[in-house]
């Protein structure tokens, strides 16, 4: 299971026009200790922002690095689903049930504006159903068409 610093998780908590440089893609498979490595790693792997729907994307991470392999996605619904999240952290629970995986999540939806209670809803339940469900998460981000950054929302306790 990945240990992080979690240092400068709430330093990005503004939707200013991300301004930085997109990290080089081949960046993305790199090690990471931190919560801002981690969102650079997002970053690198969304590319140029901009995003029709809402949209959860799931990353297995391995030995502080992404796992190999597909960067799954699900459509989200407008509104936070808690049984929508339990479902789907019930079954992401087989996954790091042997305890080398941890799992990061990365919330996307169009829209200029700052996180949202809506943001806040779902990460709420993501990291609620992570608790309940022992399943180990890191630090999670979201991305508008404007910026990726961390949700200000602790998640040690699930990991």
């Known amino acids: 299971m990945t240990r992080m610093n979690h240092d400068n998780a709430s330093d990005r908590i503004s939707d200013a026009p991300d301004s930085e440089p ?21 970053r690198a792997l969304m590319g140029p922002l901009g995003f029709s729907e809402p949209c959860l994307w799931i990353a297995f991470i391995d030995d502080a690095r992404l796992a190999p392999g597909a960067l799954p996605r699900m459509t ?11 479902t789907l952290v019930t079954q992401l629970r087989t996954v790091t049930d042997d305890g080398h995986l941890s799992l990061a999540f990365l919330l996307t939806r169009p829209g200029r504006d700052g996180i949202t209670a809506r943001d806040l809803g779902w990460c709420r339940l993501l990291v609620s159903a992570a608790q309940r469900f022992g399943v180990p998460i890191l ?21």
């Open 22 to 42: 997109i990290p080089d893609i081949k960046t993305a498979k790199l090690p990471f200790d931190s919560t801002e490595a981690l969102r650079q790693r997002w």
């Open 76 to 86: 989200l619904p407008t509104v936070p689903d808690a049984h929508l999240i339990d």
């Open 139 to 159: 630090p999670i981000h979201r991305a508008n068409d404007v910026a990726l950054l961390t949700i200000p929302i602790p998640v040690e306790r699930a990991a």
